[in-house]
């Protein structure tokens, strides 16, 4: 949280190729992962964010910063992209921008993980919640009847991940790992989803990361992910491109 930035309307376009480290063979030869990476809103450390997803193994991706990103949310902008990942944050969005994210994602099985600050994303759009599975309170409000609390972030914490499912997909064969990054507090995760990350730790909330599906799409939430203490972390490195490919259903 904290800093706001200008927003900017220069777009990054990299393509990385694919590596000859990556463990499964099968990929090499498999067009790489099509990642749409949604950025703007939020101050973060660029160089080594996007050095992160070009060291990735059979991923190209190309870069929106909002407020220009909402307008690509339609069957035709995303059609070349296999999954949307959101390092976004951002409230402002029109009733036709809504409609059509939902509908790439619910009836098209559009990808969509979500990193970090975008669990605050529109706040006074109850449906993200949905899309997403978690929500952060950027003030005290309602939603589905509930009252919730402000949500609350701490910088530079250390502390323990905890993998909750190492057979699932996105944390197959992954021990705990230790990281330095920034913990939310007090948000809010929907029962429905599976929880694939745990933290204990005070400051932050029980479950850090997770998976479920919206209509067709799969869909996955990584909280952590402030800097490069994290962007660096080699397991958050793992935890990101298995989250995308799982996503893209590949
Ligand atoms: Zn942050």
């Given at each position: 949280m904290i800093a706001m930035m200008g927003l900017c309307l220069?777009?990054?376009?990299?393509?990385?190729?694919?590596?000859?480290?990556?463990?499964?063979?099968?990929a090499q030869s498999a067009e790489p992962v099509r990642v749409l990476l949604i950025t703007g809103g939020h101050d973060f450390e660029?160089?080594?964010?996007?050095?992160?997803?070009?060291a990735m193994p059979g991923i190209s991706w190309k870069e929106i910063v909002q407020p220009e990103a909402n307008?690509?949310?339609?069957?035709?902008?995303?059609?070349?992209?296999?999954v949307i990942v959101l390092y976004d944050f951002v409230q402002d969005i029109t009733e036709?921008?809504?409609t059509n994210l939902a509908r790439?994602?619910?009836?098209?099985?559009?990808g969509l993980v979500g990193l970090h600050h975008c669990l605050a994303n529109y706040q006074k759009w109850p449906e993200f919640l949905q899309i997403l599975g978690g929500r952060y309170y950027m003030e005290k409000m309602k939603e589905g009847g509930e009252e919730r609390e402000?949500?609350?972030?701490?910088?530079?914490?250390?502390?323990?991940?905890?993998?909750?499912d190492p057979n699932h997909p996105i944390t197959k064969g992954m021990s705990n790992f230790e990281i330095q990054d920034e913990?939310?507090?007090?948000?809010y995760v929907r029962p429905e989803v599976t929880p694939l990350l745990r933290v204990q730790h005070p400051k932050s909330g029980p479950v850090i990361g997770w998976a479920h599906n919206y209509g067709k799409a799969h869909?996955?939430?990584?909280?952590?992910?402030?800097?490069?203490?994290a962007y660096t972390n080699p397991h958050y490195r793992q935890l990101v491109l298995s989250a995308i490919r799982w996503a893209a259903k590949k």
């Open positions: 220069v777009s990054t376009t990299l393509s990385a190729a694919a590596s000859k480290d990556s463990e499964e063979p099968a660029r160089q080594p964010f996007f050095e992160m997803f070009s307008k690509h949310y339609t069957t035709a902008a995303v059609k070349d992209y296999d036709e921008q809504k790439v994602l619910r009836e098209e099985g559009k402000p949500s609350t972030y701490d910088h530079d914490q250390r502390f323990t991940v905890e993998v909750v913990t939310y507090g007090l948000f869909v996955a939430y990584i909280q952590l992910g402030h800097d490069h203490t």
